[in-house]
């Protein structure tokens, strides 16, 4: 297992399912997007040990499609230019499949931003292969700084009605990088007929990101197989 960068997680006293008492969980805070960032996601095995992703917690795992721990690798890249907005910064990121020559085909770009005002939203994507943009105005709003579990937030835009919701929290959290985080948020972004690499179900950590992610209408998880940070040099 690789070690993990000197962060420190935002843990909850919330049990899976339950609601909270005041305004809110900050869900931004859980989508980090600050300095230099990648991140790695495997559905197979972990690299570096060849052992099973450890998904008894996500019930909708199927591991038939699986081969050798070095296949089926998604590299996220934050691109290290950023747009702004306002007070609100625009990234992207890049996302590869990793083949287990060393090759790395480049396969979709989200725009994102992560914000303690204006929450976590989705500005446009690109088809990598195609070079196919598509842009948001307004943007899509994934989730609202502050939700409680159960809240929705809907946008339309783009010709759709995207909807994000806080679905719940969960105590086990398991990924290859750093074993089970004590503590990680769920939540979904859908919209009925559009399609787009983005809409699914996401279980992120404060901190740290995305622990897992099935994106819709697949069967497999994608699960944290490695990550790094590190501080903006300027």
């Not at 690798?73 to 990121?93: A, D, N, Y």
């Not at 499949?97 to 005002?117: H, Q």
């Not at 339309?156 to 990088?177: A, I, L």
Request: proline content about 5%.
């Amino acid at each position: 297992m690789r070690s993990a960068p000197a962060l420190a997680f935002l843990m909850l006293a919330a049990c899976s399912g339950s609601s909270f008492n005041y305004d809110g969980e900050p869900i931004a805070e859980y989508f980090p997007l600050d300095g230099q960032r990648w991140w790695e996601h495997r559905q197979c095995a972990a690299y570096d040990t060849g052992t099973p992703v450890n998904t008894e917690v996500y019930s909708f795992y199927d591991a038939t499609g699986c081969t050798a721990p070095a296949e089926g690798l998604l590299r996220t890249e934050k691109f290290p230019e950023v747009q702004k907005q306002g007070s609100v910064e625009i990234v992207t990121l890049n996302t590869y499949r990793e083949s287990a020559d060393g090759s790395s085909t480049p396969v979709y770009s989200v725009k994102w931003s992560s914000d303690n005002s204006k929450g976590l939203r989705i500005y446009g994507w690109a088809d990598l292969t195609t070079g196919v943009e598509t842009t948001y105005d307004p943007p899509i709003q994934a989730a609202a700084y502050k939700m409680n579990v159960g809240d929705e937030v809907e946008t339309t835009t783009g010709g759709f009605s995207f909807v994000g919701k806080f679905e719940d929290t969960r105590t086990d959290c398991p990924n290859n990088w750093s074993g089970v985080w004590d503590q990680c948020v769920h939540i979904t972004i859908s919209a009925d007929g559009a399609s787009a690499p983005f809409l699914g179900d996401y279980w992120i950590g404060a901190s740290y990101g995305t622990t897992a992610f099935k994106a819709a209408g697949e069967s497999d998880v994608w699960v944290l197989d490695d990550a790094d940070w590190q501080a903006d040099e300027n």
